[in-house]
């Protein structure tokens, strides 16, 4: 049972462009959200969060929204640069006390130049 | 400031064989866990502790066994390797509320 989706097992975007990853949950019990990224031969690295209390974080070219009555979240990066393209994770817990991660499939995006 | 260092970085082994991974942290975190990446399947939650000589199963714990008998080290050993246990092995730390992992960058394992 995959409780945290991401439907979209690739995505290719132009340089300059907006990207837009997607991920849906079915954890009623879920409360914070992240987003990973992954270069290949590398273990994933901490992108942004965001907070149940929250509909949508900011930080620099990444933003991050939260529909929680859709039980889906997404990642804006905008512009797209070409060191954006990697896989990326969507991550789901059910707060604070409970640190352990449930993982989506990842998707991995592609910047053409 | 290493972070966290896996080890081996890939290795193969015949059905059967035993092996240990070891992970090392050196950020004093009191999380650390252990997850595989398979294509398609994401990162799984193989087993966790939450501090020094305590464990605790995950998603997909059969065929494992872990110890932390100290704080920052985190050991996954197959016992009786099988060709299903092929996968990316990734180990991370974290401390108490902070939901940032820190990942190792991760052991390739492959049983023939």
């Known amino acids: 049972d995959q409780q945290v989706k991401q439907n979209s097992p690739s995505l290719s975007v132009q340089e300059g462009r907006i990207s837009i990853l997607n991920c849906d949950y079915t954890n009623s019990m879920f409360d914070y959200f992240l987003w990973y990224k992954k270069y290949p031969a590398e273990g994933p690295t901490f992108l942004i969060s965001i907070s149940s209390i929250k509909d949508k974080n900011e930080d620099g070219r990444f933003t991050v929204f939260l529909n929680k009555s859709a039980k889906h979240l997404s990642l804006h990066i905008v512009p797209s640069q070409p060191g954006d393209s990697a896989v990326y994770f969507c991550a789901a817990s059910p707060g604070f006390g409970n640190e352990k991660l449930t993982f989506g499939t990842g998707t991995r995006l592609t910047i053409i130049p | 400031n290493a972070g966290v260092t896996q080890t081996p970085k890939f290795r193969v082994l015949k059905t059967g064989q035993s092996m240990t991974l070891l992970c090392a942290q050196d950020?004093?975190?009191?999380?650390m866990y252990w997850y595989r990446q398979d294509p398609g399947m994401g990162l799984r939650l193989i087993h966790y502790s939450v501090g020094e000589g305590t464990t605790a199963k995950g998603e997909v714990p059969d065929g494992y066994n872990v110890s932390r008998l100290k704080k920052q080290n985190f050991l996954l050993g197959l016992e009786s390797a099988a060709p299903s246990q092929t996968s990316v092995y990734f180990c991370a730390s974290t401390k108490t509320g902070n939901y940032g992992y820190t990942f190792g960058s991760g052991t390739r394992l492959t049983v023939v």
């Open positions: 950020m004093n975190h009191e999380y």
